[in-house]
């Protein structure tokens, strides 16, 4: 069951069934006419929601704004999924500041399957938890994370436009790609944060936040194998430093070995990476960044690299 926070201060013209998905599976609403209602609620039952759904009519644009900062600054940067409705805002804009799909008409437009096996207040609980726990030992790494989600929600619907990708895919690579250096959490600051290049058993020892950040999914995996957001977790964890040569870590996987999840991470983590200062070097420029990734010959799945390159222009802040 879905559990959802209506925002519109024209609640009154929708009817419950307008939030049932196609299989007419029950959700349940909490319904705020303002921001601030919405806000309060948020505080009181932030793991409850799995889904906020603004209907943008009569809302200012400055509210709007100052509404999903504050849920991904003091909420959550993944949960719940920001839906707006009834926008005509520049889409690229909005999810950058941190909504996960805009859509031009009703709220009945929209598919309520999102993270369906995260609707369970345990699951919820479990990956807030993950989320405080980095937030609260490495400022640095979270704000990278956030940044990888942002890029990844960007790539991934142009992936799904493509046919590159199904919507469920989409939506899981979304909520997984903040994820993906969880296991950065089990290094040391010495090494993590070190102002020069790293040695060679350093490199080594670093390469293993992949396999650290899956086993914190591994567990739930092998009890329900056929979950499929935690699937991807595991899959963008492990893989998004495989290469499409090969040549990559911690398996050595090419080509379509390497799950589409972790194919898209890979390129949207190198980007941020390379656009953010780091403890060892400035922040590269968006053209010298976009030079390297283009010269990285064998790095990333070339189809879905193309697309990357053809869309530059939607990555830039």
């Known amino acids: 069951m879905h559990k959802i926070l ?3 201060r024209n609640a009154f013209k929708f009817r419950h069934s307008d939030f049932l998905n196609d299989d007419h599976r029950y959700t349940t609403v909490d319904i705020a006419l303002d921001t601030a209602i919405a806000q309060r609620l948020l505080l009181r039952n932030s793991t409850f929601y799995s889904s906020i759904v603004i209907d943008y009519r009569e809302l200012s644009q400055d509210d709007l704004y100052e509404f999903i900062s504050f849920v991904r600054e003091k909420i959550s940067p993944v949960l719940p999924k920001i839906v707006v409705t009834n926008c005509t805002l520049v889409e690229k804009n909005l999810i950058h500041f941190g909504v996960d799909q805009i ?11 999102a993270y369906p096996e995260l609707s369970e207040i345990s699951s919820m609980a479990y990956i807030e938890f993950l989320i405080q726990i980095i937030r609260t030992k490495d400022k640095a790494l979270y704000d990278h994370m956030k940044g990888v989600k942002t890029f990844t929600t960007l790539l991934t619907k142009l992936c799904f436009q493509e046919n590159l990708i199904d919507f469920k895919t989409l939506e899981d690579t979304v909520f997984a790609s903040f994820f993906h250096d969880i296991g950065k959490l089990f290094i040391p600051e010495s090494i993590l944060h070190k102002p ?9 020892f670093m390469k293993q936040h992949t396999t650290l950040g899956a086993s914190l999914f591994e567990k739930i995996l092998r009890t329900n194998s056929k979950n499929r957001t935690f699937t991807t977790l595991y899959h963008v964890t492990k893989y998004h430093h495989e290469r499409y040569d090969g040549k990559g870590y911690p398996c050595g ?3 379509d070995q390497i799950p589409v999840a972790a194919r898209i991470v890979a390129i949207t ?3 941020q990476a390379l656009t ?3 403890s060892y070097r400035d922040a590269y420029d968006f053209e010298k960044a976009l030079q390297i990734i283009e010269e990285d010959e064998g790095h990333f799945d070339p189809q879905i690299c193309q697309v990357f390159l053809e869309n530059i222009n939607l990555f830039k802040l």
């Open 6 to 8: 209506f925002l519109s």
């Open 103 to 113: 859509i031009d008409g009703d709220v009945k437009d929209w598919d309520f399957e």
């Open 196 to 204: 020069s290049s790293l040695t060679k058993d350093e490199f080594e």
């Open 253 to 255: 996987l090419a080509g």
């Open 269 to 271: 983590d190198v980007f």
């Open 276 to 278: 953010s200062n780091r």
